[in-house]
């Protein structure tokens, strides 16, 4: 224990306990975030899920593939070419795919410059707090392939990769 015994060094350690208490508080606020899930609600988001299987095995691989990546307000930009690359599919495959997804309503496709933002219906799944589905298409997670980086990125992309090896 230790013994404080003047009123500088009081204030000195009642400043770090304050910042003690600070830091073990953002702790436990992130401790209470939901993280590293998805939630698929009960039973519209099961009864879409096995809809979409239903229609096309690329659609689903591609909706789970979003679902994957999105953001924790259910949104993902990336561009059909990752799309492609990620799940081994024709370009022409995704873009049906993608269009079966937003013509039944279980993405919304918008388009941000030459690549386009996906926002998955939040009756399906989920990737927050309940409370926060009224702004699931505020932001993104942006996802480039390693062939759609300049290529000074994707040597040290390589470098990186080989480091886990």
């Known amino acids: 224990m230790q013994t404080i ?6 204030k000195i350690r009642k400043i770090e306990l304050e910042h003690i208490e ?24 099961l009864i879409a899920m096995r809809a979409i299987y239903s229609k096309s095995k690329v659609a689903g691989d591609l909706f789970y593939f979003m679902m994957q ?3 924790r307000k259910n949104a993902l930009i990336c561009s059909m070419k990752l799309f492609s690359e990620a799940l081994n ?3 022409r495959s995704i873009q ?44 993104g997670n942006v996802l480039l392939s390693l062939s759609e980086q300049e ?3 994707q040597k040290k992309v390589s470098k990186q990769l080989t480091l886990f090896k």
């Not at 015994?5 to 009081?10: A, E, H």
């Open 96 to 139: 049906r795919a993608v269009k079966l997804l937003a013509d039944n309503n279980y993405i919304l496709v918008s388009k941000v410059g030459t690549i386009n933002a996906y926002h998955l219906n939040s009756s399906i799944c989920w990737k927050s707090w309940g409370t926060g589905k009224a702004y699931a298409k505020l932001r």
């Open 5 to 10: 015994t003047t009123d500088k060094q009081r």
């Open 22 to 45: 600070k830091e073990e508080e953002i702790k436990l606020k992130e401790s209470k975030k939901n993280k590293n899930f998805i939630q698929i609600t009960d039973p519209h988001g």
């Open 151 to 153: 290529e000074n990125i």
């Open 89 to 91: 599919k024709s370009y």
């Open 69 to 71: 990546y999105m953001d």
